[in-house]
C-alpha cells in the first residue's frame, strides 16, 4: 500500500472518530435538553409557588412562633406557646377557637352532601338534549361568579327577619312571616347551607358535566341492550365513569367548605350568640382586630393539618373502595 494511500485511510478512520465525538456531544446535549424541557415549562409556576405560597408558608410558621403585634417594634419569641393555648382546656384562646372549629365542622357536614348530590343530578340533567339547553347551562353557573360579597349582601336583605323578602311573601301566603333565618338557631344554618348551595351549585354542575361528556354513549347503549333500567345505568355505568370527578369535587366541596367566611360574616355575623362564627372568622378577628397574629398564624396552620388530614382521609377512602372494587 502507498504512503498516499496509508494517509488517506488514516484521514478517514480520524473523520469518523471525530464525528463519532461531535454526534455524542449531540446526543448528550439532545438528552440534557429533554431533561430541562420539563423543569422550563415549570418555571413559571414554581417561581409563583415559591415566591406567593412557599416563602410566605414559611414567614408564618415563624409569626406563630412569636407573640407578634404588626404595630410593636418588639416581637418575643414564645416558640410553641401559642399552639399550646389552643389545647389548654378553658384556656381563653381555646375555648372559642374551638367553638369556631365546631361550626366550621358543622357547616361543613351540612353543606358537603348537598354540594355534591344536587349538582349531579342538575348536571345530569343539562346533559340531556333540549331546547335552550345551552341557555340553562349559563344560568345555573352564573351565580358563581359573583363575589362573596354581593351574594352575602343579596340574602341579608332577602332573609332578613323584620324587613326580608322571604318572610314577606310567606306571610302573603298564610305562612309564618316572622321565621329567624339569621338570628336563630337552626335556621341560621339553613339560610347559610342554601345561600351557599345556590351560589356554588354551578361550579360542581359543570365539573360533572365535562365527566358526562366523556363517558362512553356506547355503555349506555349496551346496557340498555341488556335490559338494565335507568337506576342499574346511573349505579354501573355513570358512577364508575365519574369516579375521578367524583374524589375531585368532594374534596374541593370539602376544603371550600371548611374555609367559609364570607357567607356567615356578612349575613349572619356570627349570630346567634357566635354560634356561626367560623374559623377563619375567628382567625381574621383574632389577627387583625385584636393584633394577635402570632396566635392567629397559630390557628391557621393547625386549621391547615385538620384539611390536610380530611384530604388524606378522603383519598385513602376512595382508594380502598376501588381496591375492595377490583
Known amino acids: 500500500m502507498s504512503a498516499g494511500a496509508v494517509g488517506r485511510s488514516r484521514a478517514r478512520g480520524g473523520s469518523r472518530a471525530a464525528g463519532g465525538k461531535v454526534s455524542a456531544r449531540t446526543k448528550a446535549g439532545t438528552l440534557g435538553q429533554g431533561r430541562m424541557t420539563p423543569w422550563l415549562f415549570m418555571a413559571p409556576y414554581l417561581l409563583l409557588f415559591t415566591v406567593f405560597v412557599a416563602i410566605l408558608a414559611i414567614y408564618g410558621l415563624w409569626i406563630s412562633l412569636h407573640n407578634w403585634d404588626q404595630f410593636l417594634d418588639a416581637k418575643p419569641w414564645v416558640g410553641l406557646q401559642n399552639y399550646l393555648d389552643l389545647f389548654d382546656p378553658g384556656g381563653a384562646k381555646a375555648t372559642p377557637f374551638w367553638q369556631a372549629m365546631f361550626a366550621t365542622g358543622l357547616f361543613t357536614l351540612l353543606s358537603v352532601p348537598l354540594l355534591v348530590v344536587v349538582p349531579l343530578f342538575v348536571a345530569m340533567l343539562l346533559n340531556r338534549k333540549f331546547p335552550g339547553r345551552t341557555f340553562f347551562r349559563a344560568v345555573v353557573f352564573a351565580p358563581y361568579v359573583l363575589g362573596v360579597v354581593v351574594v352575602g349582601l343579596l340574602f341579608r336583605f332577602i ?168
Not at 250 to 266: D, H, M, R
Not at 274 to 288: C, H, P
Open 159 to 326: 332573609l332578613d327577619p323584620s324587613i326580608g323578602v322571604l318572610n314577606y311573601l310567606l306571610g302573603q301566603v298564610g305562612l309564618a312571616a316572622d321565621t329567624p333565618w339569621t338570628t336563630a338557631e337552626p335556621w341560621v344554618w339553613v339560610s347559610l347551607v342554601l345561600m351557599t348551595l345556590w351560589w356554588t351549585l354551578g361550579f360542581n354542575a359543570i365539573i360533572y358535566l365535562a365527566g358526562l361528556q366523556d363517558i362512553n354513549r356506547e355503555l349506555y347503549d349496551a346496557a340498555a341492550m341488556d335490559g338494565a333500567k335507568r337506576w342499574h345505568r346511573f349505579r354501573h355505568v355513570t358512577m364508575p365513569g365519574l369516579k375521578p370527578v367524583f374524589v375531585f369535587v368532594v374534596t374541593v366541596t370539602i376544603l371550600a367548605s371548611a374555609n367559609v367566611f364570607g357567607q356567615a360574616y356578612i349575613t349572619t355575623q356570627g349570630a346567634p350568640a357566635e354560634k356561626t362564627r367560623t374559623a377563619i372568622m375567628f382567625i381574621a378577628e383574632e389577627g387583625f382586630l385584636d393584633f394577635h397574629l402570632g396566635s392567629a398564624a397559630a390557628m391557621s396552620y393547625v386549621l391547615a393539618v385538620f384539611l390536610m388530614a380530611l384530604s388524606a382521609g378522603v383519598f385513602f377512602f376512595f382508594r380502598e373502595k376501588e381496591a375492595d372494587a377490583r
